[in-house]
Every structure is written in structure tokens, then in C-alpha cells.
């Protein structure tokens, strides 16, 4: 890792893979926690908790010489699909979500004292605007209802709070927007910008108020190369330099 910052790597399935693109979530970490944490993706599309359970070695190696200081975990999405009729396919039974999401927890929290955990909800979604987004005729007939998609979620949170982990119930969230049917998805289940953005400020919320040491909220944290120096721009003054690492004033939203 260049430079010993910490390392936030957020890993999941599609809502993490794609958090990089179209004013993602992901995207807006990486900017809020510039020069002061690296984040690292590690998003897979279509993978449910199976799959995941099977690749944590590789992916969070035990031996590592440098473990993240957090980890960002969102499955259950694929998860709740329906079952289908051949076997195959993503679905896994609730009970068996539960016990892979423990497995998940377990092998993170034991990488190093200091690697922190927090899980993101089953978010959501809105079954209308999915159905006439995703007629296909490479795919078999995906069935998902946002009464699965809230099972998957009550259990995640359930869980979270049984092992004191932090959680994002992000089903409950984003249903606080009146119009988060047709604000928060691209698609009625991938996240558009403004469902990225009640992503951050939960995300964000939680680092905030999370008693850890060294806290992890961007705000606590140090600046990399923060110190003055007369090779910064030239003050109206012109006797002396203003030093920009703490400028925010280029994004859209002034987080918290």
C-alpha cells in the first residue's frame, strides 16, 4: 500500500461493483476520504453470499502484510431471488444467508484488531420499474419482490446487532424519501445518484457516531502532506501562501 494510509475496501455483489460508476457511492468515498484513506473495490455482479463464503481467503487473505482498517459489506440482493425450479441460480434460503453473512463477519473481524466491520442492508426496490428494465431473452425469468429483498434485510440487521457489528439498514432508509421509488434506482434495483448519495449519509452517520479508535469518520482523520508550505498558491496578499488540503468546495454536497 503506497504511502501507509488506511484501507477501506467495500465488497459485494452488483450495488458494489457498481458504486464507481454514474455518481456511485462508491465514488463519493473515494473523494470524501482523499489523501486520507485508500478505498478499494471488490465488487462481483451477480454473486450471492455462496460464492462469497468461497473466495474470503482469497480475497482477505489472513497473512496479508497490510488488513484494511474497514471493511464495507453489502450481499443479500441476489440472495432473495426466488428459487428457481432447475437449482441453479443465485437464491440461497434465508437461514443459510444468515449463516454465510456470520461466516463473512467471523473471517473479518479476525484479520487484525483493528480492521472494522460495518454491513450495508438489502436495500429496497421497486418491482415495477425492474419488471420493464429487464425483459431478456438471454436470462431466465427473475423473480424479486421488495418483501423479500425486506426479509433479507430485517435479518442482516438482526444479526449485526447479535455479533456488535454496525449495520446500514438501508431498506428502512431510503423508504424515508417519499419519491424513492423513482429517485433511487436506475433500473428499480441498482442505486441511481440520488440513492448513492442516502447510501453516503448513512455510511458517513455511522463512522460519525461509531466509537472506535482511531475513529474512522473523515473528518477525525489526518490529512496526508496537510502541512504549509510556500509552494502553495500565493495569498491576495502576496506575502504569503493558502493552503488548499482541507478545500471542499468542489462537491455537490458538503457531507458530514
Known sequence: M??????????????????????????ALADIY????DVLLRGYIGWNTRRAVQVMDKVFPKDSAVQPSLVIVYFGGNDSIDAHCSGLGPHVPLDEYIGNMR????????????TRVLFLSCPPLN??????????????EIVRTNETCRLYSDVCVALCKEMHLKVVDLWHAMQKREDWKTACFTDGLHLSEEGSNIVVEE?????????WEPSLHWKAMPTEFAEDSPFDLV??????????????????????
Open 203 to 211: 455510511i458517513l452517520k455511522v463512522l460519525k457516531e461509531a466509537e
Open 127 to 140: 418491482e415495477e420499474m425492474l419488471r420493464n428494465s429487464t425483459s431478456s431473452t438471454i436470462l431466465s
Open 34 to 37: 482523499a489523501r486520507k484513506a
Open 103 to 114: 461466516k463473512i463477519a467471523e473471517h473479518l473481524k479476525s484479520l487484525s484488531e483493528k
Open 2 to 27: 503506497l504511502g501507509g494510509r488506511p484501507l477501506f475496501v467495500l465488497f459485494g455483489s452488483s450495488i458494489v461493483q457498481y458504486s464507481f460508476s454514474n455518481g456511485g457511492w462508491g465514488a
Open 235 to 256: 495569498s491576495s496578499s502576496g506575502d504569503a501562501t493558502v493552503n488548499p488540503s482541507e478545500w471542499t468546495i468542489h462537491r455537490k454536497i458538503q457531507w458530514n
